[in-house]
């Protein structure tokens, strides 16, 4: 009986050891070809940028597109939601609850009207800033302590034109400047994983 509660408990324990290796990366964005290269969709660009450079697909799934990257011992569970950005949530839920995900492994890569174009923002958990998307997923999970990626956008529109600016198409020279920020982003999902959360706010913070 000794054994067989002791087996139990190192099964658990190396359970838990495998759990804490791995993580869900979520690019939010929308699904359609007309969303495709707008500003809203960067979390879908970042996730897809990393893809393409690791060789690896996303492959149709439960509430969204899925792929998965092991790197240093980690697996990496990419995420774009095909729920549309106001219901983000529900997919977030799904994938930490199918794999098994703590929610300190957690990375939503979102845009930000607040940052300047490319400026990355870090943060151990926040409020959602007016953003649908973490304003969705804050209630699904019932918390707003997860790491969230954000990725600066800017705010060059005219009053009234914050829609269409958000989802409107990056300007030749924001369309420039992406590939070398598209390239930090995705040291920053490998970083976030492998050096972990305070190291990566270190290095990559205001980047």
């Known amino acids: 009986m000794i054994k ?3 087996k139990l408990f190192s099964s658990q324990k190396e359970e838990n050891i495998d759990n804490m290796k791995k ?4 690019g939010l964005g929308n699904i359609g070809a007309e969303y495709v ?28 597109a899925l792929a998965e990257y092991k790197f240093k011992g980690r697996t990496f569970f990419l995420l774009k939601p095909n729920t549309y950005m106001n219901l983000s949530g529900k997919a977030v839920k799904y ?10 492994n957690i990375l939503v890569i979102t845009d930000d009207l607040n940052l300047s174009f490319g400026t990355i923002r870090i943060k151990p958990k926040g409020s959602d800033g007016g953003h649908n998307g973490l304003k969705n997923i ?10 969230r990626f ?23 020279e924001e369309k420039a400047k992406l590939p070398e920020r598209l390239e930090v982003a995705s040291e920053i999902i490998k970083s976030f994983g492998t050096a972990g959360l305070e190291n990566t706010m270190t ?5």
């Not at 804050?138 to 790491?147: A, F, I, M, R, S």
């Not at 954000?150 to 300007?171: E, T």
């Not at 290095?203 to 980047?207: D, E, L, P, R, V």
């Open 203 to 207: 290095t990559f913070n205001g980047k």
């Open 4 to 6: 067989w509660i002791t």
């Open 138 to 147: 804050n209630l699904v999970l019932n918390t707003q302590e997860y790491t």
């Open 95 to 104: 994938w930490m609850d199918k794999e098994n995900i703590p929610l300190e």
């Open 150 to 172: 954000r990725f600066g956008i800017s705010d060059q529109f005219k009053k009234g034109q914050q829609i269409d600016y958000v989802l409107g198409d990056w300007d030749e």
């Open 23 to 26: 993580y869900l990366i979520v």
């Open 37 to 64: 290269n707008t500003r809203h969709n960067i979390g879908f660009k970042v996730v897809d940028f990393l893809a393409k450079k690791e060789g690896i697909s996303f492959e149709t799934a439960k509430l969204g």
